[in-house]
């Protein structure tokens, strides 16, 4: 597989059927690597052209256009080959980040760097590629304008991927002025999905940036602090404490995310020490430090939970999950899925017991004032020296109750329009405590607290404080985890979802469940054919509002009729 630079003198080449090309004998001059010839070059699919040992570059056709691009997303290192190609965008078949192949840029997340673009030309009958293998490189970050005017600025309260992406998108996008992060967190922006991944995870295991970018980018970031008030007349903002205000803004960004939910009210022995939430890197060191051969509880069923009792099941003595559900995820994939991923779950992790249909009554306590114990509403008592509550969470913004900006009905999550700004002019808010429009709703509304659509949320807002107008309706949620080895990846917006459809073979871990409300698909979940799953999200993005039908590319991967499922479901 290859190509090589120089004459025009190739001995043999011929595609293989994976689309490489093998071949070569070329003398190295200008670096210019054959790809074929156009005739073999098909639209909308790769070609990969070896380069060195190992670095690749992968060209595509688009109509009369070609275009190369770097083989690996920047994202977790997916090999693009395996991903998607359509209308002139690659999709990671991974996570499904998104990138302009024509450019390299990216469109859609996770990650914040582009792939590399090279040149491409056309001699006669023939395809090449330009390439320095010297100056070869896996990601490219877009070239961000520093800043020149201190009458203006963006204060950004928040340090997720949405705040962060706010402020690289302002200064990739030309933003001159001030840019002012304010975060309650000790650290710097890091990628807190990695906590439950990775067992005693380090800081600069999981940041986002160096502390240099910050400091080259002029992106000024305020540590462990705590915005007790916003004053959206006068345009203020005060600490926590503090009488007087301590930033005033031109343009605000509201990017809080959530607190993990505890018990309200409050159950016996709640304050007891060693139970947690995970939340921070501080709350994973800990966790990680007591969970050592001892006996774990986690309470919930869901994301959090399920990935981190596989990250402790090799070193816990035992680990109990407390779910009021029947099944792991099921108010997210419905009982067929969490079956088939608890089955599976349960078969690789002996030590792990699921107790279904279950809530804590209280803690129960030693002479140390530490968790001894949790007991269970059928009267079940547990032994445990660690607690890790994951019921879900509740939006950061009780500093907005007396603020004047407009917070949805009971929710207590900012309502936004479909340019994420708030009810006052150049107040904006995103990631997960809004409610925002998106198509695929069941209202045409929704809450969602996801990385992807967090990071999305944060380069949207920026060009809306640049005013370019760029709304938030097309936006496809995607989002993903691993049970045990299966790669279960999930796209759109499934909430009160009425029907569902099942594909593929579930004994093989080969399969998918497509979620349908008032006959119109909304959401699809994959497990074992993450190609599949960035598709079907190329696929919505593309047609949000039309698909009424099965996708074809469900069809063409899956040859039996799916069995269904109509159900209401809240």
């Known amino acids: 597989m290859g190509g090589t630079c120089g004459k025009e003198n190739l001995a043999t080449h011929t595609v293989a059927d994976t689309g490489a090309l093998t071949n070569l004998k070329l003398e190295k001059e200008d670096c210019s690597y054959l790809v074929g010839e156009i005739s073999n070059i098909k ?65 859609d997340f996770p990650g914040f760097d582009c792939i590399p673009s090279y040149k491409v030309k056309v001699v006669k009958s023939n395809v090449y590629v330009q390439v320095n293998p010297k100056e070869m490189v896996d990601r490219v970050q877009k070239p961000l304008k520093k800043m020149c005017q201190r009458d203006q600025k963006v204060v950004i309260i928040g340090s997720g991927p949405c705040g962060y992406s706010c402020a690289q998108t302002l200064r990739e996008e030309g933003y001159p002025g001030r840019i002012v992060m304010v975060t309650k967190d000790k650290y710097l922006p890091y990628d807190r999905t990695k906590l439950t991944k990775k067992l005693g995870c380090a800081f600069d295991d999981i940041k986002i940036r160096s502390e240099t970018f910050y400091q080259d980018n002029d992106i000024e970031v305020i540590l462990n602090t705590v915005v007790g008030r916003v004053d959206a007349e006068s345009r203020s903002i005060y600490f926590e404490g503090s009488s007087n205000p301590n930033l005033s803004y031109d343009s605000l960004f509201i990017a809080v995310g959530m607190t993990p939910r505890l018990y309200s009210p409050a ?27 001892m006996e774990v509880v986690l309470i919930g069923s869901s994301f959090i939970s399920m990935e981190l009792a596989e990250l402790l099941s090799p070193f816990a003595a035992k680990i109990h999950i407390i779910s009021r559900s029947k099944v792991p995820y099921g108010l997210v994939f419905g009982n067929t899925i969490g079956e088939v991923l608890l089955s599976h779950f349960s078969n690789k992790l002996p030590n792990v017991t699921f107790h279904s249909g279950t809530e804590v009554k209280n803690f129960v306590g030693n002479n140390l004032r530490e968790v001894s114990g949790v007991l269970i509403t059928n009267n079940v008592s547990l032994n445990c020296q660690l607690v890790v509550i994951a019921i879900g969470g509740t939006p950061n913004t009780q500093f907005l109750q007396d603020s004047g900006i407009q917070l949805y009905r009971n929710t207590n999550c900012v309502q936004v329009d479909q340019y994420l700004e708030t009810n006052y002019a150049g107040v904006f808010a995103g990631g997960d405590a809004i409610n925002f429009p998106i198509r695929l709703g069941p209202n045409e509304r929704g809450t969602v607290a996801h990385w992807q659509l967090a990071s999305q949320h944060g380069r949207v807002a920026a060009l809306n404080i640049l005013r370019r107008r760029v709304n938030i309706l097309n936006v496809v949620p995607f989002f993903w985890t691993n049970v045990c080895g299966l790669q279960v990846r999930y796209t759109g917006y499934g909430e009160g979802y009425d ?15 497509v979620y349908r409300r008032n006959q119109r698909l909304v959401a699809v979940c994959c497990v074992g054919c993450d190609k599949l799953a960035a598709e079907l999200a190329m696929l919505f993005q593309a047609n949000m509002d ?18 269904s499922e109509k159900f209401i479901h809240g």
């Open 43 to 107: 639209d909308d699919k790769f070609t990969e052209v070896k380069i060195t040992e190992t670095k690749s570059v992968l060209v595509a056709r688009h109509g009369k256009e070609f275009y190369a691009v770097g083989d690996r997303c920047p994202h977790a290192g997916a090999q693009l080959i395996n991903g998607v190609v359509s209308n002139g965008k690659i999709r990671c078949p991974w996570h499904a980040a998104c990138f302009d192949l024509k450019t390299g840029d990216l469109e």
């Open 546 to 563: 039309l698909i009424v039908d099965v996708p074809e590319p469900i069809i063409k991967r899956f040859s039996h009729p799916p069995t």
């Open 499 to 513: 029907e569902t459809l099942l594909y593929g073979n579930i004994d093989k871990f080969s399969f998918c469940t």
């Open 267 to 293: 159950i016996t022995g709640d304050h007891l020490r060693n139970i947690y939430t995970l939340h921070s890197l501080e709350q994973c060191m800990r966790i990680t430090e007591v969970a050592r051969d």
